[in-house]
């Protein structure tokens, strides 16, 4: 079984509740507060020898594991406000990994104006692990973003750079929050979520939630400097862990969020949202349209 194949079969068996907006399948779920408005919490695990290498610094790894919940908090065009950090120490470990780690987070934490609430310790008996979670709120008089918005006639357009993540820059990214705030402030999104699996799969996301066909052209996708010399559109389509944020926007808006771009990120309008049969499409150089497989990163080989 994939990991969407399970993620789906537990959606199907979660019970719902009042106040539980948006549940299981987007980068964060919206609860309802009783007095008004919302929160959106999100869960990350990250593991020694899948999410890092026991060879990076602690401080490294402390900060990846509040960076990569902002992004998903930023892709529902949502402020990061309060982190926990759930951690498991192997048995070997000293204090100088334990306090590189939360300085690390605490470092992240600090950037992105949230506060380290709590958490809890434990004893690992392999390699060790990380587990953030972050609540987020909309700034005042917005609803979240979600996955589901798209809508054909819109445009799909993606932050920054991809493909250099396996270059180590996985592990000190800047979480999109700052461009995703003043994107929704300004601009009418349609659907977003961050790219940690990689372009070729969150696409597909995408578009799968949103019930739309989403086209892109490969020589309009940005690839970073840092992409694999060997095959540069592969890695920004499949790589991962760039951490950008993917999203529709309305077409009209399209040269003026292209040319100012947000918060000093440039943005690059990559593709188009069709009616049709949810999937993804890509267009070479030549026009030649093809099926784009979801080829980024999968936890589960089957």
């Known amino acids: 079984m994939k990991e969407l194949e399970l993620i789906h079969w537990i959606a199907e068996r979660a019970p719902s509740a009042a106040g539980l907006a948006t549940g299981i399948g987007d980068d964060c779920a919206v609860l309802d507060c009783p007095g008004g408005g919302c929160v959106v919490v999100t869960t990350d695990m990250l593991l020694e020898g899948t999410h890092f290498s026991a060879d990076d610094l602690p401080e490294d790894v402390g900060y990846k594991a509040v960076a990569v919940s902002i992004s998903d908090v930023a892709a529902m065009g949502c402020r990061s406000l309060h982190a926990?950090?759930?951690?498991?120490?192997?048995?070997?470990?000293?204090?100088?990994?334990?306090?590189?780690?939360?300085?690390g987070a605490v470092a992240a934490a600090n950037r992105f104006g949230v506060s380290l609430a709590g958490g809890d310790t434990t004893r690992s008996p392999g390699g060790l692990s990380i587990c953030s979670t972050l609540v987020g709120a909309p700034p005042e008089g917005r609803t979240p973003i979600l996955r589901s918005g798209a809508r054909p006639g819109q445009a799909l357009a993606v932050t920054g750079d991809l493909g250099g993540s396996l270059s180590g820059h996985h592990l000190r990214f800047v979480p999109r929050q700052t461009e995703a705030l003043q994107l929704v402030e300004e601009y009418a999104v349609g659907g977003m979520i961050d790219l940690s699996d990689g372009l070729s799969s969150d696409a597909w996301h995408l578009a799968r939630m949103?019930?739309?066909?989403?086209?892109?052209?490969?020589?309009?996708?940005?690839?970073?400097?840092?992409?694999?010399a060997a095959d540069p559109l592969g890695a920004a389509l499949n790589d991962g862990e760039d951490f950008e944020l993917l999203f529709t926007v309305a077409s009209e808006e399209c040269a003026r969020l292209s040319g100012a771009g947000l918060a000093g990120t440039p943005i690059t309008i990559i593709g188009e949202v069709l009616a049709g049969t949810p999937g993804v499409t890509l267009v070479d150089s030549s026009g030649r349209e093809t099926d784009l497989k979801a080829g980024g990163y999968e936890h589960f080989s089957r």
Not at 210 to 228: E, N
């Open 84 to 103: 926990f950090l759930a951690v498991g120490l192997p048995a070997v470990a000293d204090s100088a990994l334990a306090r590189g780690l939360f300085d």
């Open 210 to 228: 949103s019930g739309v066909r989403l086209r892109l052209f490969a020589d309009r996708i940005p690839i970073s400097p840092r992409a694999s």
